[in-house]
């Protein structure tokens, strides 16, 4: 059995993580109630990608937090990291799976109520719902969910959910009165001069389960 916590998810932005560098942000974020954190470099080499899941697995070694492989399979499976998560355009599910074997977290970004019906849960174990709203940190998204839409892709949706794009902390109780288990973010804190403050504040409106 996989154990995860979906409740704050956290995806690196380079661009954003300037003040802090990625692994500083990834720590202090962690330190202030984060759970998987996810490096997406959308500009990086695979070899870098690696070097940077490598120091990022060893920086939350003894934190509990799962850190999570954007798009790169290659480099996750390379750096030893606990998940890979994948977009609709990136490669099948299928494919992904039987390249990184059974044991490490497979995510799946989805953004319909049609999409999230075809999951696979015997592939698959989280979806990324979104985006809720329209996002600078990815251009290329698709039509914003809002949060109905968001409750009707998460209830259409066999596996757990995180729901992702444009969420702040003013957001948070909305996404999980929706269904979501889970609360992504970006902005919210790698563009923050305290992320483990800023992290502490997105916690806190998390309803305990």
């Not at 799946?108 to 979806?127: F, H, K, Q």
Request: hydrophobic residues 45%; aromatic residues 2%.
């Amino acid at each position: 059995m996989k154990h995860f916590d979906l409740s704050l998810y956290l995806v690196l932005d380079p661009d954003l993580c300037q003040q802090h560098s990625m692994i500083e942000t990834a720590c202090e974020a962690v330190a202030g109630g984060v759970t998987m954190v996810q490096l997406r470099h959308k500009h990086a080499s695979t070899d870098e990608r690696i070097v940077l899941g490598r120091a990022l697995m060893e920086a939350l070694r003894d934190t509990g937090a799962i850190v999570v492989m954007n798009d790169d399979v290659a480099a996750a499976i390379e750096a030893g990291v606990d998940a890979l998560h994948i977009g609709q355009g990136d490669m099948t599910p299928a494919l992904a799976r039987a390249r990184i074997g059974p044991e490490m977290i497979l995510g799946l970004s989805v953004n319909s109520e049609g999409g999230a019906r075809l999951v696979d849960p015997a592939i698959v174990d989280y979806a990324g719902v979104g985006p809720v709203f329209a996002t600078p940190t990815k251009p290329d998204h698709e039509k914003p969910l809002g949060f109905k839409g968001l409750g009707q892709v998460v209830a259409a949706c066999p596996v757990p959910t995180v729901a992702i794009g444009g969420l702040k902390k003013e957001h948070v109780q909305q996404v999980f009165a929706a269904g979501a288990h889970g609360v992504a973010v970006v902005s919210a804190i790698c563009g923050m001069p305290d992320p483990r403050q800023a992290a502490r504040d997105l916690r806190e409106r998390i309803p305990s389960r």
